[in-house]
Protein backbone atom coordinates (compact mmCIF):
# COMPACT_ATOMS: atom_id res chain seq x y z
CA UNK A 1 0.00 0.00 0.00
CA UNK A 2 1.38 3.59 -0.61
CA UNK A 3 1.50 6.43 1.50
CA UNK A 4 1.33 9.75 0.92
CA UNK A 5 3.50 12.51 2.55
CA UNK A 6 3.37 16.06 1.44
CA UNK A 7 6.58 18.19 1.93
CA UNK A 8 6.16 20.49 5.00
CA UNK A 9 6.32 24.47 3.86
CA UNK A 10 8.30 26.75 5.59
CA UNK A 11 6.46 30.18 5.61
CA UNK A 12 9.60 32.29 4.03
CA UNK A 13 10.23 29.68 1.39
CA UNK A 14 6.87 29.24 0.56
CA UNK A 15 6.54 33.51 0.46
CA UNK A 16 9.51 33.35 -2.10
CA UNK A 17 7.86 30.57 -4.67
CA UNK A 18 4.59 33.14 -4.33
CA UNK A 19 6.52 36.10 -4.95
CA UNK A 20 8.48 34.58 -7.66
CA UNK A 21 4.89 34.37 -10.13
CA UNK A 22 3.69 37.98 -8.85
CA UNK A 23 7.27 39.64 -10.13
CA UNK A 24 7.27 37.61 -13.30
CA UNK A 25 3.60 39.18 -14.11
CA UNK A 26 5.00 42.50 -13.16
CA UNK A 27 7.56 42.34 -15.80
CA UNK A 28 5.55 40.75 -18.49
CA UNK A 29 2.56 43.75 -17.76
CA UNK A 30 5.60 46.34 -18.05
CA UNK A 31 7.31 44.88 -21.28
CA UNK A 32 3.80 44.82 -23.02
CA UNK A 33 3.12 48.41 -21.58
CA UNK A 34 6.19 49.47 -23.16
CA UNK A 35 6.45 47.14 -26.16
CA UNK A 36 9.49 45.91 -24.74
CA UNK A 37 9.49 42.09 -24.89
CA UNK A 38 9.30 39.88 -27.88
CA UNK A 39 6.92 36.99 -27.60
CA UNK A 40 9.52 34.35 -26.85
CA UNK A 41 10.81 36.00 -23.68
CA UNK A 42 7.60 37.04 -22.52
CA UNK A 43 6.38 33.11 -22.99
CA UNK A 44 10.03 31.87 -21.23
CA UNK A 45 9.39 34.23 -18.29
CA UNK A 46 5.56 32.67 -17.93
CA UNK A 47 6.60 29.57 -17.81
CA UNK A 48 9.93 30.11 -15.52
CA UNK A 49 8.78 32.35 -13.74
CA UNK A 50 5.31 31.61 -12.81
CA UNK A 51 4.91 27.78 -13.97
CA UNK A 52 8.21 26.39 -12.38
CA UNK A 53 8.10 28.10 -8.79
CA UNK A 54 3.93 27.15 -8.41
CA UNK A 55 4.46 23.36 -9.69
CA UNK A 56 7.07 22.94 -7.25
CA UNK A 57 4.88 24.48 -4.45
CA UNK A 58 2.20 22.26 -5.25
CA UNK A 59 3.87 19.13 -6.14
CA UNK A 60 6.64 18.21 -3.70
CA UNK A 61 5.71 14.78 -2.12
CA UNK A 62 7.28 11.67 -0.73
CA UNK A 63 5.03 8.63 -1.43
CA UNK A 64 6.19 5.14 0.33
CA UNK A 65 5.64 2.32 -2.10
CA UNK A 66 5.67 -1.49 -1.10
CA UNK A 67 8.95 -1.51 -2.10
CA UNK A 68 10.63 1.93 -3.12
CA UNK A 69 10.35 5.78 -2.08
CA UNK A 70 8.88 8.05 -4.76
CA UNK A 71 10.30 11.28 -4.74
CA UNK A 72 8.14 14.24 -6.87
CA UNK A 73 9.59 18.38 -7.00
CA UNK A 74 7.90 19.71 -10.06
CA UNK A 75 9.41 18.45 -12.78
CA UNK A 76 11.79 16.81 -10.55
CA UNK A 77 11.54 12.83 -9.70
CA UNK A 78 13.32 10.30 -7.93
CA UNK A 79 12.88 6.37 -6.93
CA UNK A 80 14.71 4.88 -4.08
CA UNK A 81 14.78 1.18 -3.14
CA UNK A 82 13.81 1.37 0.61
CA UNK A 83 16.22 -1.98 0.93
CA UNK A 84 18.64 0.55 -0.13
CA UNK A 85 18.45 3.16 2.62
CA UNK A 86 20.95 2.64 5.24
CA UNK A 87 20.80 5.73 7.62
CA UNK A 88 18.76 8.52 8.19
CA UNK A 89 19.14 11.80 10.29
CA UNK A 90 17.52 14.97 10.76
CA UNK A 91 19.50 17.79 9.43
CA UNK A 92 18.86 21.96 8.68
CA UNK A 93 21.41 21.43 5.69
CA UNK A 94 20.10 24.21 3.12
CA UNK A 95 21.92 22.62 -0.13
CA UNK A 96 19.51 22.40 -2.73
CA UNK A 97 17.12 19.38 -2.42
CA UNK A 98 13.77 18.19 -2.89
CA UNK A 99 12.11 19.64 0.41
CA UNK A 100 10.25 22.71 1.20
CA UNK A 101 11.19 23.13 4.92
CA UNK A 102 14.76 23.49 6.41
CA UNK A 103 13.51 20.76 8.78
CA UNK A 104 14.82 17.71 6.67
CA UNK A 105 16.00 13.96 7.41
CA UNK A 106 18.85 12.98 4.99
CA UNK A 107 18.40 9.72 4.40
CA UNK A 108 21.89 7.40 2.62
CA UNK A 109 21.17 5.01 0.33
CA UNK A 110 23.08 2.93 -2.17
CA UNK A 111 26.91 3.82 -2.57
CA UNK A 112 27.67 7.04 -1.13
CA UNK A 113 24.60 8.40 -2.07
CA UNK A 114 22.23 10.76 -0.28
CA UNK A 115 18.84 12.86 -0.45
CA UNK A 116 17.65 15.71 2.10
CA UNK A 117 13.44 15.16 2.56
CA UNK A 118 10.79 16.89 4.30
CA UNK A 119 7.77 15.47 4.84
CA UNK A 120 5.24 17.30 7.24
CA UNK A 121 4.33 14.41 9.56
CA UNK A 122 8.18 13.20 10.02
CA UNK A 123 7.13 11.08 12.86
CA UNK A 124 4.77 9.01 10.59
CA UNK A 125 6.64 9.14 7.69
CA UNK A 126 10.11 7.73 10.14
CA UNK A 127 7.57 4.98 11.63
CA UNK A 128 6.31 3.65 8.21
CA UNK A 129 9.85 4.29 6.84
CA UNK A 130 11.31 2.14 9.57
CA UNK A 131 8.50 -0.81 9.47
CA UNK A 132 8.73 -1.07 5.50
CA UNK A 133 12.46 -1.29 5.87
CA UNK A 134 12.05 -3.92 8.64
CA UNK A 135 9.42 -5.76 6.26
CA UNK A 136 6.74 -5.04 8.02
CA UNK A 137 3.93 -3.61 6.59
Same mark, same amino acid.
Given at each position: ?33 ? /? ?10 ? !? ?26 ? #?????? !?? !? ?9 ? #???? #? !????? *? ?13 ? #? *???? /? ?13
Amino acid at each position: MQQLYPSKIDKWLGAILLLVPVVSIYAVMNSWRT /DAGDPFSVLLTL !AFGIGLPLWILLSTRYVLGTEKLHIRCG #PFTKQI !AI !ADIHDVQPTRN #PLSS #P !ALSLD *RLRLRYGNNKSVMIS #P *RLQG /DFLRELNARRNGQE
